[in-house]
């Protein structure tokens, strides 16, 4: 990790430069005495606790960056900038935005999960709209960035492998790096920061859900995953994107952040952020997560078991236009009346409920979805084979705590936050 002072001109011809703009949570991290144990310290922010600064909120930091520049911005309804847009706000400063590109569920973040992202052109800023999400579409062309000198991506991210809005960051780097652009990354914070925990992707199972050998809830923030992703060499060829990155303040991997919009249309509350990476799993399988209901992401069931004193049938809804099991009545479990399950931020990835439900399931031949989509999903094919052999919960997670830990050790090279968990 590099200092500078961040009003000093780049030159955009450097292959490769990490640019780290630190400042005043430098300053303030260091001030505490080595002695001090993270006890104490969680204590000590507790008392004197400050709001988090986003990167994008920090404009006098990357502002000389981009001005008499041309821009794109990788975005969606998260990138907001004292709930203004990002664009709107740039544009109000006349920088010269000249496209947007929008990930999975689009610029306004309201198309379905998997759902084709069309271009288009943005109603409010006038500005087009390029999709990233397609399997055509996934990295910017040369012809596509020829005239842009500078992308920012700001996109507010939960921390989970799956979630592919670091698949789309992965692409982005990889453009800027092949075409020789420089990367301006505005920091968020991760609502699933707190813990590192899942199998972690094996060689053979990446796709666009998973591209990268970490656990499914990696607890790194955009920025420090990017930061992985060039010091690993994850790139194509090993090519390196020239990166400037604009850190939060006041943030460090236990503090606990309310996300002021929702990330993406199923996850409406922080409820369903914290239970998202133990869930996602049942999208591998004939089992609804509760996608057509008021309550997505915080309940299951499937028409396949027998009764369990609670149902729920999914319809067509914003996000969910032909939810799974569409109409049909799905027995399972609300886990917002189960106490304390949804209501703080989890510390492990809880198989519980996936081994739960495959035990109760009457034909366990259609439990798994035929494309091997639970494969992708957890990146590792054992974690099925031992939940078709009757392996515990338990049984499993352990069988994954070594790959765990070894990953922390490489993560931790590449943390820009105080960290705590053990």
Not at 209 to 235: F, R
Not at 238 to 248: E, R, S
Not at 267 to 293: A, D, Q, W
Not at 368 to 393: A, H, Q, V, W
Request: hydrophobic residues 35%.
């Amino acid at each position: 990790m590099c200092h500078i002072n961040i009003h000093k001109r780049i030159s955009l011809k450097l292959k490769y430069f990490c640019f780290i703009i630190y400042g005043s949570f430098n300053l303030f991290y260091n001030n505490f005495s080595a002695q001090v144990s993270d006890s104490a310290y969680v204590l000590n922010r507790d008392k004197n606790k400050q709001k988090v600064i986003v990167g994008a909120q920090q404009i006098h930091h990357y502002l000389n960056y981009i001005k008499d520049k041309s821009i794109a911005i990788v975005g969606n309804q998260t990138s907001v900038v004292n709930n203004v847009h990002l664009v709107d706000t740039l544009l109000s400063l006349n920088v010269d935005v000249k496209m947007v590109f929008a990930p999975e569920h689009g610029f306004r973040g309201n198309a379905d999960a998997g759902e084709k992202v069309l271009d288009g052109r943005d109603p409010i800023s006038g500005l087009p709209i390029k999709s990233l999400y397609g399997s055509k579409n996934r990295k910017p062309s040369q012809e596509v960035l020829k005239d842009i000198d500078v992308l920012i991506f700001d996109i507010q991210d939960v921390g989970v492998r799956f979630y592919t809005y670091i698949s789309t960051m992965h692409y982005i780097m990889e453009a800027c790096a092949e075409q020789n652009k420089m990367l301006i990354i505005l920091d968020r914070p991760n609502p699933n920061g707190n813990y590192v925990d899942g199998p972690v992707l094996k060689k053979g199972n990446e796709s666009f859900i998973g591209m990268h050998p970490v656990p499914i809830v990696h607890g790194m923030t955009v920025a420090e995953y990017a930061k992985m992703i060039n010091g690993e060499g994850w790139l194509k060829a090993g090519v390196k994107c020239p990166l400037i990155i604009v850190p939060c303040q006041f943030y460090d991997h236990s503090t606990f952040y309310k996300l002021p919009i929702k990330p993406s249309p199923n996850l409406p509350n922080m409820k369903c952020i914290y239970l998202y990476p133990s869930l996602c799993l049942f999208e591998g399988t004939n089992v609804s997560v509760g996608r057509g209901t008021a309550t997505p992401f915080q309940l299951f069931g499937s028409p396949f078991i027998n009764e369990t004193g609670f149902s729920f049938t999914p319809k067509p809804a914003l996000g969910a236009k032909n939810p799974k099991h569409n109409g049909e009545i799905c027995f399972g479990y609300n886990l917002n009346l189960i106490e304390g399950s949804s209501l703080k931020a989890q510390n492990k990835l809880n198989l519980d409920w996936v081994v739960n439900m495959w035990e109760l399931t009457k034909d366990k031949s259609d439990f798994f979805r035929k494309d091997g989509f639970f494969r992708l999903l957890t990146g590792d094919p054992k974690i099925r084979l031992m939940i078709e052999n009757n392996k515990t919960s338990i049984e499993i997670w352990k069988s994954f705590q070594q790959e765990v830990k070894q990953f922390k050790l490489i993560r931790k090279k590449y943390l820009l936050y105080p960290d705590f968990e053990k």
